[in-house]
Nanobody, 122 residues
Framework: QVQLVESGGGLVQPGGSLRLSCKAS????????MGWFRQAPGQEREFVAF????????YVADSVKDRCTISRDSAENTLYLQMNSLKPEDTAVYYC???????????????WGQGTQVTVSS
């Protein structure tokens, strides 16, 4: 099993920045690919970004690619999402996920964190 714990969410004003973190523990050999998803109230879970183990391959959704950067410290089993120029529409619960397939499909990730709330509001 893999345990994922997110942190770093909160309330931020439009135009502000946040850095989300996700610490993995347990059988981290199963976390070759790690990703971020988000889910706003009443909406489906949406892909944000994923990154491979070595950090050499990343993919960021078009909706955020100019404002978000995904990175990881594999030695520390920690995933990051730097979000800049935040907009109210970025408000959602952000989830960390881990698996072995580089995909935007949430169904392909067997491990999930509990989520961290990001609220963008003035």
């Amino acid at each position: 099993q893999v345990q994922l714990v997110e942190s770093g969410g909160g309330l931020v004003q439009p135009g502000g920045s946040l850095r989300l973190s996700c610490k993995a523990s347990g059988r981290t050999g199963s976390t070759y690919v790690m990703g971020w998803f988000r889910q706003a109230p009443g909406q489906e879970r949406e892909f944000v970004a994923f990154i491979n183990f070595f950090g050499t391959a990343t993919y960021v959704a078009d909706s955020v690619k100019d404002r978000c950067t995904i990175s990881r410290d594999s030695a520390e089993n920690t995933l990051y999402l730097q979000m800049n120029s935040l907009k109210p529409e970025d408000t959602a619960v952000y989830y960390c996920a881990a698996g072995t397939s580089a995909t935007i499909r949430p169904q392909s990730y067997p491990y999930w964190g509990q989520g961290t709330q990001v609220t963008v509001s003035s």
